[in-house]
């Protein structure tokens, strides 16, 4: 059973933009926060962008923040997130989560959210 799965993902030069999706079933997906977490070779996977399930109050961390755009469209149960002036420190594979429905902020704990996708590798190249 297909939970959580992300598309979108490829090689782009640094400036370029890219826009990851997560395509949901509606059980791990309605009423549920969601969020893109980014794992870089050699480093900790870190929160990058979260969103409420009414899509109210989307959270960035520092170094995404004004670049990226987290979206949702609760129609097609489907994750978002738009990646413009990509740079090669952006360079990790993508994952996008579902977990509790409150407290939704990118800083939460991985181990807040219960479910995953496979992941999608961005490479951004100088």
């Known amino acids: 059973q297909v939970q959580l799965m992300e598309s979108g993902g490829g090689s782009v030069q640094a400036g370029g933009s890219l826009t990851l999706s997560c395509a949901a079933s509606i059980y791990f997906y309605n009423g549920r926060c969601m969020a893109w977490f980014r794992q870089a070779p050699g480093k900790e996977r870190e929160g990058i962008a979260a969103?409420?399930?009414?899509?109210?109050?989307?959270s960035y961390a520092d170094s995404v923040r004004g670049r990226f755009t987290i979206s949702r469209d609760n129609a097609k149960n489907t994750l978002y997130l738009q990646m413009n002036s990509l740079k090669p420190e952006d360079t990790a594979v993508y994952y996008c989560?579902?977990?509790?429905?409150?407290?939704?902020?990118?800083?939460?704990?991985?181990?807040?959210?219960?479910?995953w996708g496979q992941g999608a590798q961005v490479t951004v190249s100088s």
């Open positions: 989560a579902a977990g509790r429905y409150y407290n939704c902020f990118y800083s939460s704990s991985p181990g807040t959210f219960d479910n």
């Open positions: 969103i409420y399930a009414d899509g109210r109050n989307p």
